[in-house]
């Protein structure tokens, strides 16, 4: 090979066995690019051909036939002694099971005959006769702290009732829903949720206050309860007492709630009535608080001879704050008639001052209530004994009330009438001295109230231009109005003065007999929207939702009665919203008076809150002679109700 | 089998057990009169079952205590024989082997979803065969499907092993099928059970 050709090792192993892990490399030496500077074609390549062929032999381990060999399994056989072996038994035991057991009589059948529980047509219809419809009581959706389970309400046993079977036997009852319906008690009317809950407060109780605010049916509760317990055989003689304007009213209600129990009205003369407290079998006998004072004696010769108005299984008082005042000769008369039970039925069951209710417990529960007990505590100590519900707490779809306080300015001639005889008295008490009593402030007040209403010499007043010019927009708006008055004379001459509007009347002076149709006619005749009332004869018991305008002429001295005035017009069944309308004489005794019962509301609230409230209670002498700002001769003092 | 003695006024027996957290199965029945109102209340004091009962009785533990213990202890307390028993429990079901009385499970009440008419509320499986009863569990594949069917305003089961019992329960339950709701008393009896544990005294 000449030394100018390229030389690569690949040419050299041409020649030669190829070794077969050298690397393979090339070698150009720096002179062929110089003396080849022109290109030649490359030689053409050189097949080689290699042999891939992976020789191998195994090597010999001698396993081979091990494979093929068969395993050895070598067993051992131990032979088991059958005597050795222990059996143990696992006792799994029967337990025993201890029951304790609660047996409960049934009801004997009441006063009234029940016959089988059954919605037969026959039942259906002597209902319908009534006027009564079977209310069937689908889940029922409670309001409040309702005491039910799965929308019904149960009647739940009291804290007084501390033996397990008498709390099991309550426990235990069906729903009430399902006891009115069992019972085929029907219903003029569906009762609201929050009544069938009061209805199942008092079933269970031996004493209990009922004191829904005005207008919320206790007066239906009462009656329904009464004739689940009658039909339950539980009770048999009831006595209601209440006052004598209302009696015509529940006997009403009986019809209207429960028109297949049996009343009674203890009326007329001596002998009459002896024979009707004496008549055996009579479910409910009605009397007024009145009757029980002259019959007091009556009563205790029955207690002697055993006949049936011996004993009561019920006695209900309806406006039972009658008995506030637990020395009065009323709270003693209803307190020595023998009874099981005790009901109190009252919207007002505070007026004055916590002593309210000792006097009402002292007919419940003799000696449970103390006088010295905090208002704060009275309200946890009374808690599982008073029931009371409020409108806006349980009806929240009544209709509002709405409040409109005409502040008014008295005439010149009211006003100079007015300072004369406030001068005039002040200073007759000034110079009376230690001997001035509450008798005498009291008839100054009512005086300078009088001239806030009317002048008595010119008879001008401020009150009466505002309500005349109020009443003509009302009557024309085809609505009716109340007006409330604590004078008789006043309302006398209101009705000469706004005879235009063709007032009815009713009040103490109107015989008893006529009021029933005086209320009729302001409920059905259009031509009579205006009907005056005096606090005494209209304050409780009547049902006026026709009226839409409450007017208060002059204030009373407690809010509760004031409350019961305008409770007339708004209840259940009012149409739309109420307006009351308060007059206030401006710079008079009526604004100071106004302050206080303000303060008396707040009592009431502050019981029933269960709170702490404010220290001074009620009216105080103080308090009354300083609306004239003059010392009293100290002490306390209740204001006339 | 204890047997009873019948007694002309109308009853109706609801039995449940209650499982109590803290102390163990309580059982309670109460007989109620056709108006609703309780005539006799029994109820156990708290049972707990020992660990070899658990382990030895397996997925039958609840049958044999609910029913066999429970149920028969209660019902032999009672002086007023029901024309029919119900209860809340399924497992209560195997009372019915031990009285005569037709036993209903309720349904409905949110207690157990109410099927459909005539269905089975287990997994369905054969029936057994004719002259052969075999008590078997959910657990072995076959278990105790129950024929639920409808009375009135309630949704009912029966235990396959008492058929009959539909036909007998519609009878006695009658017109009362179409008002009372058979699940309201349960609701009592808890209450009463929470309020003797609270309480004390009975016979």
């Known amino acids: 090979m000449a030394n100018d050709e390229p030389v690569t090792k690949l040419e050299a192993r041409r020649s030669g066995p190829i070794a077969p892990f050298r690397a393979l490399s090339f070698e150009i030496p720096s ?84 016959s089988e529980v059954s919605k037969t047509s026959e039942d259906c219809l002597a209902m319908k006769a009534h006027g009564l419809q079977p209310v069937g009581f689908e889940s029922t959706k409670t309001s409040g702290a309702g005491r039910s389970i799965a929308g019904q309400i149960r009647i739940r046993p009291p804290d ?40 199942a407060f008092l079933y269970p109780r031996q004493a209990a206050i009922l004191a829904d605010e005005m207008g919320l049916g206790k007066t239906m509760q009462a009656i329904t309860a009464v004739r689940l317990l009658l039909h339950g055989g539980e009770i048999r003689s009831v006595l209601l007492i209440c006052p004598k304007p209302l009696v015509s009213n529940w006997r009403r209600e009986f019809s209207q709630w ?39 004696e009556l009563l205790d010769a029955c207690a002697a001879n055993g006949t049936p108005c011996a004993r009561f299984d019920l006695v209900v008082l309806d406006e039972a704050q ?110 009376m001295g230690q001997s001035a009593t509450i ?41 009716k109005a109340i007006v409330f008055s604590q004078w008789v004379q006043t309302l006398q001459r209101l009705s000469g003065v706004l005879r235009r509007f063709r007032p009815l009347e009713y009040h103490g002076r109107i015989p008893a007999g006529r009021r029933e149709a005086v209320v009729r006619r302001f409920r059905e005749d259009p031509s009579h929207p205006l009907l005056l009332i005096s606090y005494g004869a209209g304050g409780v018991g009547l049902n006026l939702q026709a009226a839409g305008y409450v007017f ?57 809150s269960g709170v702490d409230g404010p220290r001074r209670l009620g009216l105080t002498q103080e308090e009354l002679f300083g609306l004239f700002d003059l010392r009293g001769p100290g002490g306390s003092a209740n204001l006339a109700a | 089998m204890r047997t009873i003695e019948p007694n002309p006024s109308y009853a109706l027996g609801f039995l449940t057990v209650l499982d109590c957290a803290d102390c163990g199965l309580i059982g309670g029945y109460l007989v109620l009169n056709r108006t609703g109102r309780p005539l006799e209340f029994h109820c156990t004091v708290p049972i707990k079952p020992n660990r070899a009962q658990q382990i030895l009785y397996g997925p039958t533990l609840e049958p044999y205590l609910f029913g066999e213990q429970i149920g028969q202890a209660l019902l032999a307390k009672g002086a007023v024989e029901p024309e029919v028993i119900c209860t809340d429990r399924p497992a209560a079901l195997a009372v019915r082997e031990f009285v005569e009385i037709p036993v209903a499970l309720v349904l409905s009440g949110g207690i157990i979803e109410a099927p459909v008419d005539g269905a089975y509320l287990a997994n369905a499986c ?23 069917f409808r009375l009135g305003r309630n949704h009912l089961a029966v235990s396959p092993l008492a058929a009959g019992d539909r036909e007998l329960i519609a009878n006695r339950l009658g017109e009362l099928a179409d008002t009372f709701d058979l699940a309201e008393p349960f609701e009592r009896i808890r209450a009463a059970i929470e309020e003797a544990r609270r309480g004390g005294g009975g016979q």
Not at chain 1, 273 to 295: C, F, G, K, M, T
Not at chain 1, 326 to 344: C, E
Not at chain 1, 553 to 560: K, L, V, Y
Request: hydrophobic share 40%.
């Open chain 1, 31 to 114: 002179t062929f690019i110089i003396r080849h500077s022109s290109f030649l074609p490359p030689p053409p390549p050189a097949v080689v051909t290699l042999d891939p062929t992976l020789r191998v032999s195994p090597l010999a381990t001698g396993w081979h036939r091990a494979i093929h060999r068969p395993i050895e399994i070598p067993v051992q056989t131990t032979p088991i002694d059958q005597h050795a072996c222990r059996v143990i038994s696992v006792g799994i035991g029967r337990p025993e099971i201890a029951a304790r057991s609660f047996r409960f009589a049934e009801p004997e059948a009441g006063a009234l005959k029940t």
């Open chain 1, 258 to 296: 429960a028109p297949e129990i049996p009343v009674m009205v203890i009326e007329g003369a001596p002998a009459r009535r002896r024979w009707q407290w004496q008549l055996p079998s009579v479910p409910v006998r009605i009397a007024n608080y009145e009757l029980l004072h002259r019959d007091g």
């Open chain 1, 439 to 479: 008798r005498h402030v009291f008839e100054l007040v009512l005086r300078l109230k009088q001239i806030c209403n009317f002048d008595p010499a010119t008879g001008a007043s401020a009150k009466l231009e505002r309500l005349e010019a109020d009443l003509e927009e009302v009557v024309q708006s085809g609505r």
């Open chain 1, 552 to 608: 208060l002429f002059d204030r009373w001295w407690n809010p509760a009665v004031e409350d019961q005035a305008i409770h007339r017009a708004h209840r259940i069944g009012v149409a739309g919203p109420v307006t009351v309308v308060r007059f206030l004489m401006l710079d008079t005794i009526e604004e100071r008076i106004d302050r206080i019962l303000q303060q008396k509301r707040d009592l009431r609230d502050t019981i029933f």
């Open chain 2, 126 to 148: 054969p029936t057994p065969a004719e002259g052969v009863v075999h008590r078997l569990d959910a657990p072995h594949g076959l278990g105790p499907h129950h024929l639920a």
């Open chain 1, 322 to 431: 009658r008995i506030k005042n637990a020395s009065s000769i009323t709270n003693q008369a209803v307190r020595a008639i023998p009874r099981d039970r005790s009901w109190a039925l009252t919207g007002t069951p505070v007026e004055n001052g916590p002593q309210d209710l000792v006097g009402i417990f002292e007919f419940l529960a003799p000696g449970f209530l103390s006088p010295d007990v905090k208002p704060g505590r009275i309200g946890r100590t009374i808690r599982d004994y008073v029931l009371r519900r409020t409108k806006e707490r349980v009806l929240a779809d009544l209709p509002p009330r709405l409040f409109c306080d005409a502040e008014l300015d008295l005439t010149p001639q009211q006003r100079e009438t007015y300072e004369l005889a406030r001068d005039e008295g002040v200073l007759r008490l000034t110079e």
């Open chain 1, 160 to 199: 007084d009732v501390v033996k397990l079977d008498d709390r099991l036997r309550y426990v235990l009852q069906p729903s009430l829903e399902s006891l009115l319906s069992s019972r085929s008690l029907g219903f003029p009317l569906r009762p609201f949720p929050y009544q069938l809950e009061g209805v």
